[in-house]
């Protein structure tokens, strides 16, 4: 089966965060842009939907859950994992049932996130399939 190069957008006000995530994530041969600013993010997910967009919920102008909201709105396949530092339940809880895909607590592994991100290209591969 060809495996499809995702494009993954990558959402954390801590620029190191991305920096990382970025350098982990194109490993698999995906596309990453990453951006520290929720509200560019969204302009940019407006231009060009992703397959994948990866967000801090806690960031200081607009927060994970917004960025979660708009893009389940705009887009019913885009999967979102949310990173939270504050691995408040109740918040990665409330993600969950507003539609993310699956959430990540920090600190954690590169190849944690690697690991959700391919359950979601899976998934993403089976809808196209039915699709």
């Known amino acids: 089966m060809e495996t499809h190069h ?4 990558v959402i954390d006000d801590e620029n190191i965060v991305g920096k990382r995530l970025k350098t982990a994530l194109e490993k698999s041969g995906d596309t990453v842009e990453t951006f520290v600013d929720g509200e560019k993010a969204l302009a940019r997910f407006d231009e060009a939907p992703f397959d994948v967009v ?3 919920i806690r960031m200081e102008k607009i927060d994970g859950l917004e960025i979660l909201e708009h893009i389940v709105e705009k887009s019913d396949r885009t999967k979102v994992i949310m990173i939270t530092g504050y691995a408040t339940v109740e918040t990665a809880r409330e993600a969950l049932a507003k539609g993310a895909f ?5 600190p954690f592994k590169p190849s944690d996130l690697r690991a959700i991100v391919k359950r979601a290209a899976e998934e993403l591969q089976d809808r196209r399939c039915i699709a």
């Open 6 to 9: 995702l494009g993954i957008m």
């Open 54 to 56: 990866v967000t801090d």
């Open 102 to 106: 699956d959430f990540i607590a920090k």
